[in-house]
Nanobody, 128 residues
Framework: QVQPVESGGGLVQAGGSLRLSCAAS????????MGWFRQAPGKEREFVAA????????YYADSVKGRFTISRDNAKNTVYLQMSSLKPEDTAVYYC?????????????????????WGKGTLVIVSS
């Protein structure tokens, strides 16, 4: 059974950096778009960043553009989210998602039920 597993969350001061990882074994990783979403307390889950299948184009939410970088290693079935210049408003549970044969921009418009797989999330807390 495929179950993406996130790691790398934690407590960091504003202005600091973290790198999240998501390992997704058991699937043909290269044909999946991989993305990161987040959900803050009392708020809906929102798109953060994605990398499409194949050539791997990227797409970012405006709120993280220039601060976050998504990358993937198809040999390791792993997608990463490098987060820099973190702000308190970045505090949330970060979830990894996978969906076959779509672009990064398409993934940004998909809802929770449209994904093939979700991880269980990793908590990021940014203190002021």
């Amino acid at each position: 059974q495929v179950q993406p597993v996130e790691s790398g969350g934690g407590l960091v001061q504003a202005g600091g950096s973290l790198r999240l990882s998501c390992a997704a074994s058991g699937l043909t990783f290269s044909v999946y778009a991989m993305g990161w979403f987040r959900q803050a307390p009392g708020k809906e889950r929102e798109f953060v960043a994605a990398m499409g299948w194949g050539a791997g184009t990227t797409y970012y939410a405006d709120s993280v553009k220039g601060r976050f970088t998504i990358s993937r290693d198809n040999a390791k079935n792993t997608v990463y989210l490098q987060m820099s210049s973190l702000k308190p408003e970045d505090t949330a549970v970060y979830y990894c998602a996978a969906r076959r044969f779509i672009t990064a921009q398409t993934m940004s418009n998909y809802s929770v039920g449209d994904m093939d797989y979700w991880g269980k999330g990793t908590l990021v807390i940014v203190s002021s």
